[in-house]
């Protein structure tokens, strides 16, 4: 009785595996199934075209959105403009007005020297007037930030004068200013007006020709 048992337990034992197989494979295939079929329904859903995000009417309203702010950015930047040139107008104006207050004094002083002259016969009293009245002028040009340049004997610089002509002179070097026509003026540090000069070209060839004449003469 014992080994039917055992055989009968043997069989049994090894049937599960089968049966377990069977049960098993109804889940397995379904889970199989309903993969393929996620599997074939993602690309459709994939291909769905989506909903378009613009239509033509919202880009209408967007370009005119955009054309409205361009047109107020334009405006902003046009009163900015004017806005600046007012300030820059009443600047120099401003600016104008101090120099000009302080040249009053200097007209008032000439108008009473040029009135005491009619009636004044000593010239050295009313050269020393005008004298005067130069320095106070000049003062006032100088704080404004006007200075004079060129003076006989500097070298001639091309970006501050003008040479009006090359003459020989025995004294001034070649490249040098002679004579100085009419002044150059810096308007704070730049030029305003170049001075108009006469150059020298050197001495002349005749007066080297004597020079070295003389020189062999005396030895």
Request: net charge negative; proline share 5%; hydrophobic share 35%.
């Amino acid at each position: 009785m014992s080994d039917k048992k055992n055989e009968q337990h043997h069989r049994e034992h090894k049937k599960a595996p089968g049966e377990l197989k069977t049960e098993e494979q109804p889940k397995n295939e379904g889970k199989a199934a309903e993969m393929q079929n996620a599997e074939a329904q993602a690309p459709e859903a994939a291909r769905e075209p989506e909903p378009p995000i613009d239509t033509a009417e919202d880009l209408k309203q967007q370009l005119e959105a955009q054309s409205d702010r361009y047109l107020r950015l334009m405006a902003e930047f046009d009163n900015f403009k004017k806005r600046v040139s007012r300030d820059y107008e009443r600047l120099v104006e401003s600016a104008n007005e101090k120099l000009m207050g302080e040249l009053i004094e200097v007209r008032e002083n000439l108008e009473r020297a040029v009135k005491a002259g009619e009636q004044c016969e000593d010239v050295k009293t009313m050269f020393d007037g005008m004298k005067l009245i130069f320095a106070k002028l000049s003062d006032v040009l100088a704080r404004n930030g006007l200075e004079p340049f060129g003076a006989a004997g500097e070298p001639f610089d091309p970006q501050l004068h003008d040479a009006l002509m090359k003459v020989p002179n025995d004294t001034v070097p070649e490249d040098h200013i002679v004579e100085v026509f009419e002044k150059g003026y810096n308007l704070k540090k730049r030029v305003i007006r170049h001075a108009r000069v006469v150059v020298s070209s050197g001495a002349a060839a005749g007066t080297d020709a004597a020079g070295e004449e003389e020189e062999k003469q005396e030895c």
